[in-house]
């Protein structure tokens, strides 16, 4: 049977997801989401279980929550006080814990602000580096995805329409935008430069380099 | 112009932790008011209030004090609009539901609903994202004069986004409706007329986007990320190729390129 974590709690099938796991090694993957509140009280539940009852190192799971600054949560308390995004860091907690080799993270912008999910890519990025370990961003801002993810695809009706680095997401844009979705908001201003004025800005993910590239040619 | 929501000292409690102390916040009718709340700032919280929470203090809407008995009538003009309510709604035919609220304008709104390409008729067989386009959609057109979202438009991508907002401008204009749009993020700053920035049950920034720029510290010790244009503005003001924050990317275009 095909195993998958979800928050923290084993589950027979997630049928959404499938479409989105792609290669993933489905027997040893841990997937962060929290959109429906009945995930939230057992996955909080199962860390106490794991925090109090299993051997497992105290230390390391304090290790975890100072890494995800949750040192002030007390966890004793009423794991329903926690705020959304607090109870979304659990959850991630929960999964740095349990050790998988792949993490799909779905939708983190709409509980993390900008510098919790600075926060969190950090950690992932050094578990992908250091330690091999496979991450899978799955949301609905392409932004986000171009700023931090190497490989990305791109869904539309049932389709992938993109697969790819972020590299070649500018030269693939005609396809992009005819499926009716958006390019990143930098590609976008610099595709809009080469419409409108005929000049080709070099595209880039960084601000900075924009910003350099726009002095040059003026 | 007269305040539709007037908090006064209002202070709340949790395990004896104040997330509010003495907490004020008027706003103006028809005005279209972002609040950035980073975490654990209190917007949820003070969501929660608005839902019926218990609190010290006062809060008045529409110059109604704000308590269990008008709580009732109050809902009547003012709705907050959050993540469940597209799973709890039971809408079944979408087109009908849009006649039947605004049969006289119905020609010009369905345009409107068109350009947010959901196409289906049956509210049940839509998916999630698309239900929330239409009860935010069917927010926008109905009665309500006071709104208050709540990071409902941060799960659409960056052009379903666009759409909304600029529907959500369109709307408040000429039904004279007033926004309130709670956020984690910046987004949607450059659609509003007033910004306000929610940290640890204060309010540390209370200004429009032309502010931005003198204030950009406050964002960036919260490490608030500015939405794309206003950032590359700032950036280009201090290379002296623009003097002013742009919210349309097509006018900066012009304009660098004009000098």
Redesign the interface.
């Known amino acids: 049977m095909e195993k998958i974590v979800l928050n923290g709690i084993l589950v027979d099938k997630y049928t959404s997801f499938r479409k989105v796991l792609l290669n993933i090694d489905i027997n040893n993957v841990e997937i962060i989401k929290f959109?429906k509140s009945q995930f939230i009280i057992p996955s909080v539940q199962l860390f106490f279980k794991i925090n109090c009852k299993r051997s497992v190192n105290q230390k390391n799971i304090y290790q975890v929550l100072s890494m995800l600054d949750l040192k002030e949560i007390k966890l004793k308390?009423d794991p329903l006080?926690l705020?959304?995004?607090?109870k979304y860091k659990l959850l991630i907690a929960l999964s740095l814990i349990n050790n998988p080799s792949s993490f799909v993270i779905v939708?983190p912008?709409?509980?993390?602000?900008?510098?919790?999910i600075?926060l969190i890519f950090k950690i992932f990025k050094k578990l992908s580096k250091e330690y091999g370990k496979k991450i899978y961003i799955i949301t609905?801002?392409?932004?986000l995805l171009y700023r931090e993810c190497d490989n990305i695809y791109i869904y539309a009706k049932n389709n992938i329409i993109f697969k790819g680095n972020r590299k070649k997401i500018y030269e693939e844009r005609e396809t992009i935008l005819s499926n009716?979705?958006?390019l990143p908001?930098?590609l976008?201003?610099i595709s809009?430069?080469e419409e409108?004025?005929k000049?080709k800005l070099e595209p880039t993910f960084d601000?900075?380099e924009?910003?350099k590239d726009?002095?040059r040619n003026? | 112009m007269a305040n539709v929501l007037e908090i006064k000292n209002i202070s709340f409690k949790?395990?004896n932790n104040y997330i509010f102390n003495k907490f004020n916040l008027n706003i103006k009718k028809n005005d279209f008011v972002y609040i950035i709340?980073?975490?654990?700032s209190g917007k949820?919280t003070l969501i929660n209030i608005l839902n019926g929470y218990p609190f010290d203090g006062e809060i008045h809407v529409n110059n109604l004090e704000y308590n269990s008995v008008t709580r009732q009538k109050i809902s009547q003009f003012m709705n907050i609009i959050d993540?469940n309510d597209a799973n709890n709604c039971k809408l079944i035919n979408i087109i009908d539901k849009i006649k039947e609220i605004s049969s006289d304008k119905y020609e010009t709104i369905i345009k409107d609903y068109e350009s947010l390409?959901i196409g289906k008729d049956d509210y049940r067989k839509l998916n999630y994202?698309d239900k929330i386009k239409v009860i935010l959609f069917i927010n926008f057109i109905n009665s309500y004069s006071f709104l208050i979202i709540d990071?409902v438009i941060?799960?659409?991508?960056?052009?379903d986004k666009d759409i909304i907002y600029r529907l959500l401008k369109k709307y408040q204009r000429i039904y004279k409706k007033t926004i309130l749009v709670i956020s984690?993020?910046a987004d949607g700053i450059i659609y509003a007329k007033r910004i306000l920035i929610l940290n640890k049950g204060v309010i540390c920034f209370d200004g429009s986007v032309k502010d931005v720029d003198k204030n950009d510290n406050i964002f960036n010790e919260?490490?608030?990320?500015l939405?794309?244009?206003v950032?590359?503005s700032i950036?280009?003001k201090l290379?002296n190729?623009i003097d002013e924050i742009y919210i349309d990317?097509?006018r900066m275009?012009?304009d660098?390129?004009k000098?």
Request: glycine share 2%; aromatic share 12%; net charge negative.
């Open positions: 959109c308390d006080m705020s959304d995004s607090d939708y912008e709409l509980y993390l602000d900008d510098c919790n600075d609905n801002d392409i932004d009716n979705f958006s908001k930098i976008n201003f809009l430069v409108k004025k000049i601000i900075k924009l910003m726009i002095y003026v | 949790y395990n709340g980073t975490n654990n949820t993540k390409n994202l990071e941060d799960m659409l991508d960056n052009k984690n993020n919260l490490s608030i990320k939405p794309f244009v950032d590359l950036k280009l290379y190729l990317e097509k275009i012009k660098i390129w000098k």
